[in-house]
């Protein structure tokens, strides 16, 4: 079965610190795996995604993730946060033309 | 265009009502989706349309009714509500890239509220 599981509901960061989210992957079939941001009361805007051309994705904002498949994992990492990073995030797992998402992680950046 | 557009942006409904949200996409996508957010969870799938024709629904309840009558525009048809239907609907919509994965786009999203 094809699940996602994020660690960790809630993640809070110094602003210019490191932001690092969490994201674990279960997938019977090599995944194609996403990183969604979503803002209070908005839709959801994709970061990056991974298809397997590349390890190291880079997505928008300055964030990038990293595929390992020994680990199943699939975090995702900024160097800097910025306060306008503060957001719900979402990994998530295509398969069949269906997204499969992580619970989220809800991210807080303190000034 | 990246945009897709969804209205009404809220929406308060009584149980007895019938309504409809609109979704619409200029992007060429032949896939587009309905999901359904609940606070402090992830997006939910409803049903996906490919090629204007119902691909998946997720044994939705029949009180909602999805409808594609182009492929730009998405509707879901409500009646009969209950008041745990209340949530964000969220429409997407997406192609099947190169790179054989599906890249979804998404709305801002419908308020729902069923009093």
């Known amino acids: 079965a094809q699940s996602v599981t994020q660690l960790g509901s809630h993640v809070s960061v110094s602003e210019g610190a490191l932001v690092l989210l969490r994201c674990n992957y279960s997938s019977s079939v090599p995944p194609y795996l996403f990183w969604y941001v979503q803002y209070p009361n908005q839709g959801l805007q994709l970061l990056l995604k991974?298809?397997?051309?590349?390890?190291l994705v880079k997505g928008i904002n300055g964030f990038e993730a990293e595929f390992k498949k020994s680990e199943t994992s699939f975090h995702l990492t900024k160097p800097s946060a910025h306060m306008s990073d503060a957001a719900e995030y979402f990994c998530?797992?295509?398969?069949?033309?269906?997204?499969?998402f992580g619970a989220g992680t809800i991210l807080r950046v303190k000034s | 265009d990246t945009e897709v557009t969804q209205t009404p942006k809220h929406l308060v409904m009584g149980m007895t009502n019938k309504k409809s949200l609109k979704c619409e996409q200029h992007?060429?996508?032949?896939?587009m989706y309905w999901y359904k957010q609940k606070a402090k969870k992830p997006p939910e799938l409803m049903f996906v349309y490919s090629y204007e024709k119902l691909s998946i629904n997720e044994s939705v309840p029949s009180r909602f009714s999805p409808e594609c009558p182009n492929s730009s525009l998405l509707n879901l048809h409500l009646h009969a509500l209950q008041p745990e239907d209340s949530a964000l609907y969220l429409c997407?919509?997406?192609?099947?890239?190169?790179?054989?994965?599906?890249?979804?786009?998404f709305g801002p999203g419908t308020r729902l509220t069923v009093t």
């Open positions: 991974y298809t397997s051309a590349a390890t």
């Open positions: 997407a919509s997406g192609n099947l890239g190169t790179d054989s994965s599906y890249e979804q786009y």
């Open positions: 998530a797992l295509e398969y069949g033309n269906k997204l499969v």
């Open positions: 992007m060429g996508h032949r896939a």
